[in-house]
Every structure is written in structure tokens, then in C-alpha cells.
């Protein structure tokens, strides 16, 4: 009897036309792997200690929105970095596996205001003047993330935002400025939730029953009733291919990948969902990889 390893995928049935399919959810890694780091403390960086302190707390509170990673601020203890190339030793605190450390140095906090001339319609139609105020504001802030290994995942990253907004100070400009910044930097480490539709082989009337044990949620009693299926009929090529499905949505990539193999040599000339499908779970198998490291 097979059982789900970590929860990370979630799987239900759809039913387009005459070929069943299923949602298969998985996560992937965000454009900068982190790896398995799931819990990040913010240590002091260098620069202006105001908008330091404004870095600090925004992207503590960002990262703690996107549900994804736990997040401790500990700019206060004096814990600091020190960077060689790809590699950091941290001093003044300790990390365990699945913890990182974030650093913020501030480069550039600039603003500005000026003062435009735009025209606008009443509700009669009349053209009127009006000066309107707005704030410019300018960050460039340079991020270092350093895992448990002391491994420099992110080592002194640049972000740039320039924005201007309509506000009577620079100040508000510059924090909208400093906002997308940090929003930029979170969007590239979290990794993110992602859906792919399989198609189920509904070919066999016998193994329909087993696929509408699927649909109703029960996929592990699908996995085990197909599982008894694909011993008493070795030689169906649909029914290795359907429990490699089901394993790939409980996240057993690998029995699924061997099974997906399995179906497709005793096809000989397997219809193109079955390659498809053997193709996303080797991706998402890479994934799963690349976020245990």
C-alpha cells in the first residue's frame, strides 16, 4: 500500500470531453533557488540606519505575507557577515538547516518633488488648470542571502527602483521606491505554487471505476486499487501509465517516472500524452530536488 510522501502536491479530477484529467499541483523554485531554506533572519546591514530599518521591516513583513517562508528579525543582536566570492561565515549567531540569514546595505535613498501644470475636463466640459505635486523617489539597495552551509546564495545583489508618485514629500516616493525593491528581491527567492493537467487513459472500461475513485479524492485507494490492477494485467500499458498519474500527483516522482518508462516500452508507440506526461514529472522530480538542497 503506497502512502503520500511530503505534502507537496495536491491532485483533483477534471473531466474535458472524453479524456479525464488530472490537476497535478506542485511548487518550484522562485528565479533564485534557496533551496530548502523555509525560515530567514534579518540581520543589520550597512548604510543609512533609517531606511535600513525601513528595508528590515518591510521585508519581514513581505516574506511573512507570501506564507512561504518564517521570518526573524535579529538586526538588533550585532550577528554579522563576512562575505568571500560565493561563500560567508556568520558571526555572532548560529543557524540550522532550513534557516538563512538576509542582509540589506543601502546604496542610494534619494527623492525629489516637483510641481506640473496638467489640464483636466469639468463635468461641463470646460478645460481647467490645475498644479499637481509629485514625488520622485529613488532606491538602490544590495542584498546578500547566506544559508546554514554558509553558502552565498544571494551575495550583495543589486536592486534599482526609481517611482514617482503623486505626494506632497519625497519621502512617501522613495518608501513606495524602497517597497518595490524589497517586492522585486521576495518575488525572486519564494518559490511558487504551479498547476499542470494530465491526461488520464480511460481506454480500459475495467479501470474506469478506479479513475472515479480518483475524481472523488480518494487517490490512495486509486493508487492501491491500480496497483492490484497492474498485477493481475502486466502487460497494460494504460494501467502503468494511469498509477504512474496518480504517484506522480502524491509526489513519488520517482516510482512514477519508472512506471511512466514501463507503460511507454509496453505500448512500443505510446500516444504523446504518455511522453508528455513521463516529461513533466522528470521536471517536476528536478524541482522537488532543487528545493531539498
Known amino acids: 500500500m503506497f502512502r503520500p510522501i511530503v505534502v507537496a502536491a495536491v491532485a483533483f479530477l477534471l473531466s474535458t470531453g472524453c479524456a479525464p484529467r488530472l490537476v497535478i499541483s506542485s511548487m518550484q523554485p522562485g528565479n533564485i533557488n534557496v533551496g530548502s531554506v523555509e ?22 513583513s513581505q516574506l511573512r505575507s507570501g506564507g512561504y517562508f518564517s521570518v526573524l528579525d535579529i538586526s538588533e543582536s550585532g550577528a554579522h557577515l563576512q562575505i568571500s566570492g560565493r561563500t560567508a561565515s556568520l558571526e555572532g549567531h548560529e543557524l540550522s538547516s532550513g534557516e538563512a540569514v538576509i542582509r540589506f546595505d543601502v546604496y542610494e535613498w534619494t527623492g525629489d518633488t516637483e510641481t506640473r501644470k496638467e489640464v483636466e475636463e469639468d463635468r461641463e466640459g470646460n478645460e481647467q488648470v490645475k498644479e499637481v505635486r509629485y514625488g520622485i523617489g529613488t532606491v ?37 521606491a524602497a517597497r518595490a525593491a524589497v517586492a522585486e528581491f521576495v518575488r525572486d527567492i519564494t518559490p511558487s505554487r504551479v498547476e499542470r493537467r494530465v ?15 480518483a475524481r472523488r479524492g480518494s487517490l490512495i485507494q486509486a493508487v492501491d ?51 508528455d506526461a513521463r516529461a513533466q514529472c522528470a521536471m517536476r522530480l528536478s524541482e522537488a530536488e532543487a528545493l531539498a538542497r
Not at 530567514?40 to 533609517?50: A, E, H
Not at 542584498?143 to 546564495?153: C, E, N, Q
Not at 491526461?199 to 475513485?213: G, H, M, V
Open 225 to 275: 486499487d491500480m496497483q492490484r490492477y497492474v498485477d493481475a494485467n502486466p502487460s497494460s500499458p494504460s494501467a502503468h501509465y494511469n498509477l504512474a498519474v496518480f504517484l506522480d500527483a502524491l509526489g513519488h516522482y520517482r516510482q512514477a517516472l519508472s512506471l511512466y518508462d514501463e507503460a511507454i516500452r509496453i505500448a512500443g508507440a505510446p500516444p504523446r500524452y504518455y511522453t
Open 199 to 213: 491526461r488520464l487513459d480511460n481506454s480500459d472500461d475495467a479501470q474506469k471505476p478506479i479513475i472515479e475513485t
Open 140 to 176: 538602490v539597495m544590495g542584498v546578500t542571502l547566506v544559508d546554514a552551509y554558509g553558502r552565498a546564495i544571494v551575495s550583495e545583489r543589486e536592486y534599482e527602483k526609481t517611482l514617482e508618485i503623486e505626494a506632497d514629500n519625497r519621502d512617501a516616493a522613495i518608501e513606495a
Open 39 to 60: 525560515r530567514v533572519k534579518i540581520i543589520d546591514g550597512q548604510g543609512r540606519r533609517s531606511a535600513r530599518e525601513f528595508l528590515n521591516h518591510e521585508a519581514a
